[in-house]
């Protein structure tokens, strides 16, 4: 398995997937072609989001393949030499992947060892579920279940203060909610700016800021980047 | 039709149901006895949180009923004099109503002029869907719909700006995704210490904040307390 799930796209006031782009380049060395999953996209075309990371992915010299563009996405994921899910909004992501027979058929391609890489919305996916979102619900999936390449949940963008004066539930409560009701579960809580790399049986937190594990009946705690991560494996 | 549709429960700082109280006093004269729906708990039990609500209520002389203590859930909503539903994590809330068929209860009581105050996910779980809650989706419930007393979707707990330095969608960009999905709905963002009562045929927002309105194919705009509400009835 080679997955890279990556929390967010791009950090406040830079440009678009521009702090990962070193990390991609280096998991995607040698790959010509990505075939790219576009569907989270809801308020701009799925042509303009290919257009977008095709930008983007052409400084390593990597051609954008969107599957949008397939009269058989499950057939063109199946051909892949490597998988790109975009983030956006998980409930619409999860709803046309499954429709299209995507979640299985990118299950069989990672396990057969074909890269992944996700961000945000594309990092839930990989995950059992899409439980652990922060999006919201604005349209209905078949069901919440997801590819599974791994076998904990992320929380991606996560943040460990409302803004002031706010009396919603942080994010740590809305986890602790999670496992509450999900006791056999792991929750990497990973911060803006920060990844997840699976590659040659070994899973590494790549960043500069620690991740924050949860499962229920243990205290949360943090993770530093390099750390041993195999109790999640 | 009576309905109070309340934001949240508790301003940051301030005690748990403090602010709406007196409201609460108001649309609830003359009832003493109400069912409670507690099922949006999580990490709490559900007769600790008809012991929270009944300490709040006891200064009107209500005496609060919680569903989770019948038999037959449904049969207790269908006998009630008043209905309160609280917030917590909306998807437990909605298996749960589902489960119990509680969803189709509650809109036959409402229809028949029974009094509903729900705050959080009590006023999510008022709308037709739970598509525009804020809460992550903890467990999975049968399907989005909900009781659907009103025809438009709340967003409660709504909110400005997101935390300096983090890139996440804003809850605006959030509510214009599922516009762009559900483009017949209107969304309103009820913002914190704000509620909706509908009485006597009349919506009315109370609050000393306006609410945002959210359409799709219109700018977002705001209203104001007091204002003309009709357009979504």
Same mark, same amino acid.
């Given at each position: 398995?080679?997955?890279?799930?990556?929390?967010?796209?791009?950090?406040?006031? $830079?440009?678009?997937?521009?702090?990962?782009?070193?990390?991609?380049?280096?998991?995607?060395?040698?790959?010509?072609?990505?075939?790219?999953?576009?569907?989270?996209?809801?308020?701009?075309?799925?042509?303009?989001? $290919?257009?977008?990371?095709?930008?983007?992915?052409? $400084?390593?010299?990597?051609?954008?393949?969107?599957?949008?563009?397939?009269?058989?996405?499950?057939?063109?994921?199946?051909?892949?030499?490597?998988?790109?899910?975009?983030?956006?909004?998980?409930?619409?992501?999860?709803?046309?992947?499954?429709?299209?027979?995507?979640?299985?058929?990118?299950?069989?391609?990672?396990?057969? @060892?074909?890269?992944?890489?996700?961000?945000?919305?594309?990092?839930?996916?990989?995950?059992?579920?899409?439980?652990?979102?922060?999006?919201?619900?604005?349209?209905?999936?078949?069901?919440?279940?997801?590819? @599974?390449?791994?076998?904990?949940?992320?929380?991606?963008?996560?943040?460990?203060?409302?803004?002031?004066?706010?009396?919603?539930?942080?994010?740590?409560? *809305?986890?602790?909610?999670?496992?509450?009701?999900?006791?056999?579960?792991?929750?990497?809580?990973? *911060?803006? @700016?920060?990844?997840?790399?699976?590659?040659?049986?070994?899973?590494?937190?790549?960043?500069?800021?620690?991740?924050?594990?949860?499962?229920? @009946?243990?205290?949360?705690?943090?993770?530093?980047?390099?750390?041993?991560?195999?109790?999640?494996?």
């Amino acid at each position: 398995m080679k997955l890279l799930l990556i929390s967010n796209s791009t950090n406040a006031g $830079e440009e678009y997937l521009r702090y990962p782009m070193p990390e991609i380049g280096r998991f995607l060395q040698g790959v010509s072609e990505i075939v790219f999953v576009p569907y989270a996209a809801v308020t701009f075309s799925y042509a303009e989001y $290919e257009k977008k990371v095709q930008a983007r992915l052409s $400084e390593l010299g990597i051609r954008v393949r969107s599957v949008h563009r397939a009269k058989d996405p499950a057939r063109m994921v199946r051909e892949a030499e490597a998988l790109c899910v975009g983030g956006g909004n998980t409930f619409a992501l999860a709803k046309k992947m499954q429709e299209q027979g995507l979640m299985a058929a990118i299950l069989r391609k990672i396990k057969a @060892g074909t890269p992944y890489v996700g961000w945000s919305a594309g990092s839930n996916v990989a995950c059992p579920t899409i439980c652990t979102t922060n999006d919201m619900p604005i349209v209905e999936p078949q069901s919440f279940r997801a590819v @599974g390449a791994v076998k904990f949940q992320i929380n991606p963008h996560y943040l460990d203060a409302n803004p002031e004066g706010h009396a919603g539930e942080t994010r740590e409560q *809305r986890i602790l909610e999670y496992i509450e009701a999900n006791p056999r579960r792991w929750v990497a809580g990973l *911060r803006e @700016g920060c990844m997840l790399r699976h590659a040659e049986g070994k899973l590494e937190l790549i960043g500069k800021r620690p991740m924050r594990m949860f499962r229920k @009946g243990m205290e949360p705690f943090e993770v530093q980047p390099g750390s041993d991560l195999s109790f999640l494996l």
